[in-house]
Structure formats: C-alpha cells, structure tokens
C-alpha cells in the first residue's frame, strides 16, 4: 500500500506539478534573462558612443594644444618687440 501511494504521488509529481510549476518558472527566468541581456546591450551601446566621444575630445584637445603653442610663441615675439618684460 506505501508503495502505490508512493508511486501515485511519484507520477502526481511528474504528471501535474512539475509541468505547472517548473514549466512557468522557466518562462519566467528566461524573460528575466532576455531583459537582463537587453540591459547590458545598452550599456555596452553607450559605452561605445562614451568611448567614440572621448577619442574625438582627445583629438580636439590635441589641435587645441598644438595652436596654443602657436600662438604662445607669437604672444612672445610681440611682446620682444614691444619691449615688454615678463614676470615669468
């Protein structure tokens, strides 16, 4: 009799149970999952554009620096042949 009642609950379990609890579950963890790529698809996506705008500040800065040292070297001619004395 423990046995039948054993085997009983055993298929109950596989028949009924398992289905309507692991199969759900499942769902839930894969729409979980896809929303969790979905996330990290934007991150890495911004990440990109972050990176993509640091190199085209970087090379602004560059052009920037190399005309300041232009005219840094102009300002000292005029002010050689102006006769002004720096502090410096």
Do not use: C
């Not at 423990?2 to 579950?25: C, M, Q, S, Y």
């Not at 300002?75 to 102006?82: A, D, M, N, S």
Request: glycine share 4%.
């Amino acid at each position: 009799m423990a046995d039948e009642l054993w085997n009983t609950l055993l298929k109950f379990h596989r028949e009924v149970a398992v289905p309507e609890i692991v199969g759900p579950l499942r769902e839930e963890i894969a729409a979980l999952d896809r929303k969790t790529q979905t996330n990290f698809d934007a991150v890495w996506k911004r990440f990109d554009r972050l990176e993509s705008e640091y190199h085209s500040l970087s090379a602004a800065m560059a052009r920037v620096e190399t005309r300041l040292t232009g005219v840094e070297g102009r300002l000292v001619l005029v002010e050689e042949k102006i006769g002004f004395e720096s502090e410096n």
